[in-house]
């Protein structure tokens, strides 16, 4: 299992950013991703989940302003990032979860780095 995030970056509050997850070794279509991330000297907080059935599921802090979207033609996840906040800065990571748990982790990406600031 192979899971390959990118397009971190520097962004200014109010801005957007587009992450982007590229999976290989499993049976993506069916299978269950998770946006998670951590903040510096923070736990880990769940962000977003898609279930192999399609249905997509948004923590409250990012509800209206993140969007998660898969491609099972190009085993991607894509995690679109709008009216960015200071708060948002973290590693963010995409991780293969169980269906029946979005925060069940079987297998984790390297993470990237998103930061906030103006």
């Known amino acids: 299992v192979q899971l390959v995030e990118s397009g971190g970056g520097l962004v200014q509050p109010g801005g957007s950013l587009r992450l982007s997850c590229t999976a290989s070794g499993f049976t993506f279509d069916t299978s269950s991703i998770s946006w998670t991330r951590q903040a510096p000297g923070k736990g880990l907080e769940w962000v977003s989940g898609?279930?192999?059935?399609?249905?997509?599921y948004y923590a409250d802090s990012v509800k209206g302003r993140f969007t998660m979207t898969r491609d099972n033609a190009k085993k991607t996840v894509d995690l679109q990032m709008n009216s960015l906040k200071p708060e948002d800065t973290a590693v963010y990571y995409c991780?293969?979860?169980?269906?029946?748990?979005?925060?069940?982790?079987?297998?984790w990406g390297q993470g990237t780095q998103v930061t906030v600031s103006s």
């Open positions: 898609s279930r192999g059935d399609g249905n997509t």
């Open positions: 991780a293969l979860v169980t269906y029946i748990d979005l925060t069940a982790y079987k297998n």
